[in-house]
């Protein structure tokens, strides 16, 4: 073998590693304190949308489930119109507070519109799109309760952030106060 080339290969290749792992690796940017807030503020910011684009799924499907049953005979209409009424509402949650208080309420309602639905199921049983709505509004359901706890997970890491000795006079003079948790009411 060539002896250049076995030289080249010797030397050339750990210093192509170290150069490759001391400008991805060690090189890296640290993160500022500032710089670690805006992201936290932001990735909480984002867990949020995500939460109510799924509630907002959830209200579409709400109405598809209403027109679902509208040809079927059921004796408790009232669930049909709590349906409703709880839809409507969702739109006027537009702080945090009211989005956790409406969110449990459709929760709760959807649990008892779906028990008395329950009764029906020899009528429903062959009504598909009821049938596909409910799974769709049980797997938003699910969504719904992960986007709650990455949220709440990124907030409890927001919290902690904001607390410490690196952060917290910046976090003061930034106007980043503690972020509530979104709880369910039981």
Known sequence: ???????LIVFTIPWISFLLIYF???KK??????NELLEKREEIVSAWKNILENMKKRDDLISDLVDSLENVDIKEKNVLSDLLRMKSEFKYAENFN????VNQKIIDILEKSFVILDKYQDILVNNVKYQETKKNIINTDIKINDSIARYNLIVIDYNNIIEDDQHKELAKKLGYTKKDLFIFKE
């Open 1 to 7: 073998m060539n002896p250049l080339l076995i030289f």
């Open 29 to 34: 940017k640290k993160k500022t304190p500032k």
């Open 24 to 26: 991805l690796v060690l």
């Open 98 to 101: 009211n989005c956790i208080n």
